[in-house]
Every structure is written in structure tokens, then in C-alpha cells.
């Protein structure tokens, strides 16, 4: 557990909960429990409270509303009620009988909640924490079933007036049938906390916490920024809600809708088509719109490039999205057709002015769609006031929040403008949004409907080094015709004068990826492939010299390619030899690992594209 959430975790208990329960029968500890939670971890991430229609004392939610699903539901007792609340000795009581009801009414209920992970019984001190599948297995049996449909016959909804047939039932299954035997649950107690070691205290930290009770993993340079994606859906005209266990994006409510958002102001075009429905129009105009931000995204990538490579200390000479080139849907229009799209010699004289150093992008990213050529392109979108998101990092001269409307294309250039997209400053202090975290927003965005799940960097970088590895030493034990178990066997049998051999050798090994997504496994196999031929000491530049004699070149923990001479890491500025030197040899090395080795293919043509772009 990190040092700042265990030290969040102290204060919060300092404030809210006495190392010792107080000798008040009246005392309640709910409240306490619910901002020991916040203040730790949940507050503004994961709403903690009461389900209307349920009686469960404390829900945490998948996300900041309470209209999403539990995740995890807490039944809460009085220290006072110990003949109610759980012990070691016996979980047959009372606090456990509401669990199961609670966890039924869930279950069974409209909703059909498949998300619960943890079902928890508290008294802020006694903590006993059971896993949903257990209850399942036990409590979903038919004759628990029908009895619970007899708190209310006609629907599965909680009446207090026959609970207490249901708890006796229930204490009677669970004693005849010795189901406690089969039991099992964390327990752990937080009495004279401030007392216990640092060791101990970090563990029941970390039981707490939504890396344990929701399953989330801890953040690195490539989790998914959740305040950039929320806006990001807020500016094209959705959201993202939770609904039986499953996560949607859909439209808006109609009385949240602006006017200016992107889907919004498309729909408003697509009025006059009276041969489409009101359903193919809100199809149509969400294919064009994901195209256009998926390229606006791209674009904001390949700018940090431009301005990293070029100047440190004048990005905004070197920068072409901004307020000054964009003042129109327009020149959005022409970035993506009359610049990106054509090379710079094919560029008409209007578009050189404001765009003049602009490279070529030789990407389908950049084609216009069959969509586009039929309907419309960005360019007819009106520049209109819209609202702010609620949770904006727009923020006004005085550094506040910004609350007053905006121009939809400012709001769009301001958003974006407010993070790094791999501009290499000491002095940026913006969030980082890498291509990682832009891959699984395309993911998320673009392959929703059809099930899209983006791999966590962790389990790709696991997947590439273990299989590539063993795939290379079985490669060059065929090509030398020896028996080497690892990569660092084969130091005496690389000869000298034959590098690129050996470099060539390893380029005919072919990746697959058939459900590619937009290219995020194939990265990882291109970093872990050149990580490999450093380490072999084939990776060389244009005249057959390894790199790797002045530099150390490897894959980080967070998946990216991580060159570095001593503790400083490698970073192209133009007109500098040397360094010049090192990005042409990675850049002819990843193109023929590009061109001969990876492989992918998927069921979403946007996908498709979105990885050429990514990888080409």
C-alpha cells in the first residue's frame, strides 16, 4: 500500500474513528465508517450511501452515483448489539441473515446486480468480509429463493413486516445444514489501531481499499485518466452509466443535452435527411462524430511529437492545434484533408500558411469515410455557446473552475490543450495522456457495443516478455543449432560480422493479435522485440554499430520503450547528431519489425485503422 494512502488511512482514523469504542449503547459508527471510506479512498470516485427501495446500511457503487450498481454492500451494527453482530465464534446472527436478504434483493431484483464483489458485516471496529460468490453458491438455492419471495409474494422487493419469518428461516438452514462450515471471510478487527504496526495497519489499508473491494489495479503512465474520458463523452454529447452490471455509453438525458456538443450539432444537420429514422440519423451521426475524435485525438499526438522534437522552449511556435489556427469546424476540416492527408508539396497555398509544417500522416485514419462522402464532414458543424461539464479543468485567470459558457471549438482546443500528449518538459506539470491511456479510450469509445475489453499494460508487458523471450531463444537455437535456455547464452555464438543476420533472424518470427483493438498488445511486442535485440546486441543504426555500447535500452514497468545513457533518458532534439543517430536506427528498426513481424486483425474496421495509425 502506497505511503499517501496510508497515511490518508491514519488521519481518516484519527478523526472518525477512537481507537476504542466509546461505552455509549447509542453509539452508531455508520457515519464514521462512511467517511473513514471517503476520506481514504472513495470520495469523488465511488459514491457510499443507502439504495432507495433497500435497506442495506452502506452500498459503495461502481461509480460517483447512487443510481449505478453496488459493488459492495456493508450491513452495520452498534458495538453495543453483540448478540446481532458476527463474532469468530459464531457468523449465524442476525448481521449475517440481513446480508443474505440484502444480498437477494439485489440479486433477484429488477436489476439482476451481477456486480456485487464483497459483502461486508461491521460494527467500524469488527470487520468480517465474505466474497459474493460464496453467497451465491449457498444462497441462491431454490428453497432460499422461495422463501425469500415470500417477504413479498408479488414482487422481489423488501417488506419489513415478514423479515423476521425470513431471518428465522434462514438461522434454522444455516445451523441444520452446518453452512457456516462452509464459510469462509476475512476477519479483522481495528480496535487500539493506533497502537498496531505500520505493517499491520497497511494490510487492513489495503482490504479496504478499491484495488481489493473492486477489483481496480493501481495506477501507472497508461490507466485510463477518468476525468479526461468523462469530459472527452460530455463534449461529443454522451455518458457512461452502469446498468445491471455492465457498463453503456449512451446519448445524454434530453434535458442534459447542449446544443453545441458534437453529436448534438450533427444531429442538427442531419434533420433535412427525412429518408433516415430518428434511430439511423443518432446512428449515423455517432459514427461520424467517433471518426472525427478519433482523429482529433491522433492529431493532438503527433503535435506533442512535432514540439518535442523540434523546440523545448517555443512549443507554441511548433504547436497547430490551437486557437490561432482553429477558429472554425472549417480548418478542422482542411487539417484532416487538405494537410494531414496530403503531402506537403500537394498542399494548396491557403492551408501552407496556417499549416505550414504540418507532416504528412500516411494513414486510412486520415481518408474520407463512405460515411462522410454520403452525409457530411466536420466542417458543417456550427460554432455555438455550450455548458461547461460539471467537473471541468477548464479554469478561469484566477485558476477557479470555469462556470461561464463556452464556444464549442474553444472548449474542445481549451480540454485538449490542458494535457500533455507526450511532450518530453521538465516544466509540464499537465496530466500525462500517453497512447497507451489513448488506446483504451479508443477502446472504450469506439468498441463498446461489441464487447471490447482493453488489456492492462501490466498483463501485455507479462505476455510479450515470456512468450517472446522463449520464442527468440528457440529461434537462434534453430539458426546456430545449439541449446541455449536464455537470451544471455547466446553471447559467444553472435558474431561480429554477423548483426544484422542475427537481427534479420529475428524478424521473421510473426506476432498475431486477432482481436487487435488499436494496437496496444503489438506495441508491447514491438518494445519487448527491440528490448530483446538490445539486449542481444543487434540492435544497431545505419552502419551495423549496436546501440546498445552507449546506451541501455529496455521496457519499463509501464509497458513503453525506455532508452537511457546512465539515468538519463533518451530524447530526440533535431540537428543534433548523436541523437539523431539513435531515433533513425529505432525508427528503421521498428518499421521492420512492423513490416514483417506483427500481425492483427479485428471485427471493428475503426479499430483496424486506429492500430495502423498507432503502429504505422
Known amino acids: 500500500m502506497s505511503v499517501e494512502f496510508l497515511a490518508k488511512f491514519k488521519e481518516a482514523l484519527s478523526i472518525h474513528l477512537p481507537a476504542k469504542p466509546d461505552n455509549d449503547p447509542e453509539s452508531n459508527y455508520e457515519d464514521a465508517v462512511k467517511a473513514l471510506l471517503e476520506d481514504t479512498f472513495y470520495k469523488g470516485k465511488n459514491k457510499i450511501g443507502r439504495k432507495i427501495g433497500v435497506n442495506t446500511d452502506l452500498n459503495i457503487f461502481e461509480d460517483n452515483t447512487t443510481s449505478s450498481s453496488p459493488v459492495v454492500l456493508i450491513e452495520m451494527k452498534k458495538p453495543s448489539e453483540k448478540n446481532d453482530m458476527l463474532s469468530k465464534e459464531d457468523l449465524n446472527r442476525k448481521a449475517l441473515h440481513e446480508l443474505i436478504l440484502y444480498y437477494l434483493t439485489e440479486f433477484l431484483g429488477d436489476d ?14 469488527d470487520w468480517f468480509i465474505f466474497d459474493e460468490s460464496l453467497f451465491r453458491e449457498l444462497f441462491t438455492t431454490q428453497k432460499f429463493v422461495r422463501e425469500y419471495r415470500k417477504v413479498n409474494p408479488d414482487s422481489p422487493k423488501l417488506n419489513r413486516e415478514k423479515t423476521k419469518a425470513f431471518y428465522a428461516y434462514v438461522a434454522k438452514e444455516i445451523e441444520d445444514n452446518r453452512l457456516t462450515d462452509k464459510m469462509s471471510c476475512i476477519y479483522f478487527s481495528l480496535k487500539g489501531w493506533d497502537k498496531m504496526s505500520k505493517q499491520k495497519l497497511s494490510t487492513f489499508c489495503k482490504l479496504l481499499s478499491p484495488y481489493f473491494l473492486l477489483g481496480k ?5 497508461n490507466d485510463m485518466n477518468d476525468e479526461f474520458y468523462k469530459e472527452l463523452l460530455y463534449i461529443i454529447g454522451l455518458e457512461e452509466r452502469s446498468k445491471n452490471g455492465n457498463t453503456i455509453i449512451q446519448r445524454l438525458p434530453e434535458e442534459r443535452r447542449e446544443a453545441g456538443s458534437l453529436i448534438e450539432s450533427t444531429m442538427s444537420w442531419l434533420v433535412a435527411y427525412n429518408d433516415l429514422t430518428e434511430d439511423e440519423k443518432y446512428d449515423a451521426a455517432l459514427e461520424l462524430v467517433l471518426t472525427w475524435v478519433n482523429r482529433l485525438l491522433f492529431i493532438k499526438l503527433v503535435e506533442s511529437q512535432v514540439v518535442s522534437f523540434n523546440s523545448y522552449d517555443e512549443p507554441e511556435k511548433h504547436s497547430f492545434f490551437n486557437k490561432d489556427k482553429i477558429k472554425t469546424f472549417r480548418n478542422i476540416d482542411d487539417l484532416f484533408f487538405k494537410v494531414l492527408a496530403l503531402p506537403k508539396n500537394q498542399r494548396d497555398e491557403e492551408v501552407k500558411k496556417i499549416f505550414g509544417e504540418v507532416p504528412y500522416l500516411n494513414s486510412k485514419l486520415f481518408e474520407c469515410t463512405s460515411l462522410e462522402h454520403h452525409l457530411t464532414n466536420i466542417s458543417v458543424l456550427k460554432v455555438q455557446k455550450m455548458n461547461l461539464y460539471k467537473d471541468t479543468v477548464i479554469t478561469d485567470s484566477g485558476g477557479k473552475r470555469e462556470k461561464d459558457p463556452q464556444y464549442n471549438i474553444s472548449y474542445l482546443i481549451d480540454f485538449l490543450a490542458k494535457y500533455n500528449f507526450g511532450e518530453v518538459r521538465t516544466d509540464d506539470t499537465r496530466e500525462l495522456i500517453n497512447a497507451s491511456v489513448l488506446g483504451k479510450i479508443f477502446e472504450k469509445i469506439n468498441g463498446y457495443k461489441d464487447g471490447a475489453v482493453f488489456t492492462p499494460a501490466s498483463v501485455t508487458n507479462f505476455i510479450c516478455k515470456e512468450t517472446l523471450e522463449r520464442t527468440v531463444v528457440e529461434k537462434l537455437n534453430e539458426y546456430f543449432g545449439c541449446q541455449c535456455h536464455n537470451l544471455q547464452d547466446f553471447g559467444h555464438y553472435i558474431p561480429q560480422d554477423g548483426l544484422r543476420q542475427v537481427s534479420d533472424a ?20 514491438l518494445n519487448r522485440l527491440i528490448a530483446i535485440k538490445a539486449e542481444l546486441g543487434v540492435l544497431l543504426d545505419e552502419n551495423n554499430q549496436p546501440l546498445t555500447s552507449k546506451y541501455n535500452i529496455g521496457v519499463s514497468e509501464d509497458d513503453e520503450l525506455e532508452v537511457k545513457r546512465g539515468n538519463q533518458h533518451f530524447s530526440y532534439k533535431k540537428d543534433v547528431d548523436e541523437l539523431t543517430r539513435i531515433q533513425k536506427a529505432l525508427f528503421h528498426e521498428k518499421a521492420a519489425i512492423i513490416e514483417h513481424s506483427l500481425f492483427g486483425v479485428d471485427i471493428n474496421p475503426k479499430s483496424v485503422d486506429i492500430c495502423s495509425s498507432v503502429c504505422g
Not at 489495479?217 to 503512465?221: F, S
Open 112 to 125: 439482476h446486480n451481477n456486480a456485487i464483489r464483497w459483502l461486508i458485516a461491521s460494527n467500524g471496529y
Open 217 to 221: 489495479h493501481r495506477h501507472d503512465a
Open 506 to 525: 529475428i524478424n521473421e518470427i510473426h506476432v498475431l493479435d486477432p482481436a487487435v483493438g488499436s494496437g496496444h498488445f503489438l506495441v508491447s511486442a
